[in-house]
């Protein structure tokens, strides 16, 4: 029996495909083009915008009929509901094996699943947010984690995961903040594209979201409409996606949902074929974000059918309709019968699924869906990454009279209403808060210690009391009484306050659930009062998914832990903060406010933006972008650069030696910001254009050098160029975006360099001798 080319694995991928092709039906190509949502609800609650009416208004053939013509995605088989994980390996692999045998072909679907702070799936490992990723600064471990995720994921027979998220944070009142990384593109892209070179490095496609512009929603509000100018988007939304498509290899992206200056990103050829593919080379798949091709009809309301959905869609360049079938099936079927819309966009999309699939040896013969023997997806090494990530996410904000660490036998008073709640580590895509919230008889299927037991556990020999005080949002101030009592009986107060994530409105951080300013949620800013008005030194301990306003109580605590939401290792992680056997090195990856008004903003601000006299409001942030504090000191010695001019295609090496000053093991963050005195267009006053993180004992000192490429310097002009202008620059090494040690100045010298898509976006560094 003759193989046909297409099975042929000494062909080229393209030769297969094309070959493959050439044999489908218009329903098979198009069969290729979409997901299908087994077992997602229809009624009451969804984890995706307006599930219900969208799942509701779909008609999805009976499955049996549906997989004749083959079937391009299987949507979160392990990620709607609660299934022990092997079996539903062993289930995704007998549906894969009736897909397989039903159509003509053979070909299996793709299955992907949402892995943004672990696999999202029961008993799978819950690791920090990325927000926490951001905090730690460290993208050899984020790196090291998404490697982990993607092998699980494999384990189980899934090939796609949905992340990283790759917004910037333009305003933190988004509910959407705890998935993002920090508020810098450069921070963004060099974390986000460790978690795609981990993700990929295990075989799983990474798919980049939201492409692009969605973090810049009006009124941080989910979904509106994006206002960001042309330089805005260019210079801080885009180039994260630079980052994790050149540097991690990221072999899917996810148009986002919102619509910049009234054109959907779904329906942007600008984006999603010009910028992406033409100018950038990328050559995988655009999925859409969940029902965003219907959006295109029903919400966008920039096509009139179903039908007009899809054509805008797949001639922008979105290739797969995701969740579930609605627009790419049979009303676009329909159409390119009718000849409304031409059977060349089936081909080029279905072209770019199948060139995936092969990759991925969907179309190999000896194709086999048997998952692996042995499945645990909390295993002992994935709970140690999550404990050695949560410990370094962990900022240590304030600590003015060394109130920290605490004694070991002291009388602690711990109040507030995060501190007893294991869901209180964990975001809004953590399979316990995402999913399991509709399921309250299934049990958490992970440990999740909460900082009162940690704590407890941490130091046993301490005095520890607890009371709630009052809940997440609710107005109730009830237990405020029995709150001061128990911390007027203390040595010291650890308030343990902030967010309970959950889905458009059910919580007050997460998706959908967006916020009028920074307060802190319900009364847990009078409870905080309360507390502080007994004169007992009080820690404040906040466990969230944003910054929030701090400045009423700017001078009254005793010391300041932050921690974003830090997975199911998170309370040991506070705990050992707290204790003193952690050492703290997270640094803010966002800014944290006075004021709870005032926003949108962020430190990339031009001078106009910052506090001046033309304005009585001043919006400097009480902790800056990238501040932290240690148990240590650390001491910033040697600083040094090379010749102060360089040609606008040069490089310049600025360097210093840090050393460990203190007692204690500890590591510091080395910040390279850049400053453009005068450029053709407004620049932000300081930007990030590179770090170095350094784990140091006492007394041993590592120097840093940082080279420094003229490229670093490029913005986007009038004309919409980017481009490296000549003039004055100044280098600013700082341990934040606030408090810089030591500035190089230098010149550029030379004509006006346009840049392409190939320009250097990284700051290497080297870091050498010890000491």
Known sequence: MTTAPWRDPALTSSARVDDLISRMTLEEKTAQLYGVWVGASTDGDGVAPLQREMTAASSVPEWSELITRGLGQLTRPFGTAPVDPAL??????????????????????????????GFTTWRATAYPVPLAWGASWDAALVEEMAGAIGRDLRTVGVHQGLAPVLDVVRDPRWGRVEETIGEDPYLVGTIGAAYVRGLESAGIVATLKHFAGYASSAGARNLAPVRAGVREFADITLPPFEFALREGGARSVMAAYTDTDGVPASADPGLLTE?????????GTVVADYFGVGFLQTQHRIAGTEAGAAHAALAAGLDVELPTLKCYGTPLIEAVRAGEIPESLIDRAARRVLLQKCELGLLDEDWDPEPAERIDLDSTANRALARRLAEESVVLLDNPDGLLPLAPDTRI????????????????????????????????????????????AELPDAKVTFTEGCGVDDPDTGGFEEAVARAAEADVCVAVLG????????????????????????????????????????????????????????????????????????????????????????????????????????????????AGEVSNLDPTPLYAFGHGRSYTEFAWEDFGGTAPEITTDGTYDVSLTVRNAGDRAGAEVVQLYLHDPVASVTRPDVRLIGYQRLELDPGESRRVAFRFHADLSAFTDRKGRRIVEPGDLELRLAVSSADVRHTARLRLAGPVRELGPDRLLRCETEVSGAG
Do not use: K
């Open 88 to 117: 539903g390996a062993q289930a995704l692999a007998r549906a894969q094996r009736r897909i397989a045998a039903a159509g003509r072909f053979g070909i299996p679907a793709l299955a992907h699943e949402e892995c943004l702070a």
């Open 275 to 283: 910028l992406l593919r033409e100018d950038w080379g990328f050559t």
């Open 413 to 456: 008073a711990v109040v507030g209403p995060r501190a007893a709640d294991a869901l209180a580590m964990l975001g809004c895509y953590s399979f316990p808060s995402h999913v399991l919230t509709h399921h309250p008889d299934v049990p958490m299927g992970i440990e999740i210690p909460t900082v009162i037991d940690a704590l407890r």
């Open 499 to 610: 967010d309970r994530a959950g889905l458009f409105g059910r919580g007050t951080s997460g998706e959908g659930c967006d916020v009028t300013d920074l307060q802190l949620p319900g009364v847990q800013g009078e409870l905080l009062d309360s507390l502080v008005a007994t004169g007992v030194p009080v820690v404040l301990v906040l466990l969230t998914g944003r910054p929030y306003a701090l400045g009423r109580w700017q001078g009254r605590l005793g010391a300041v832990v932050q921690a974003f939401f830090p997975g199911e290792e998170g309370g040991p992680a506070v705990a050992g903060v707290l204790s003193g056997r952690v050492n703290p090195s997270g640094r803010l990856p966002v800014s944290v406010p006075q004021v709870p008004g005032g926003q949108p903003w962020t430190y990339l601000q031009p001078p106009l933006g910052l």
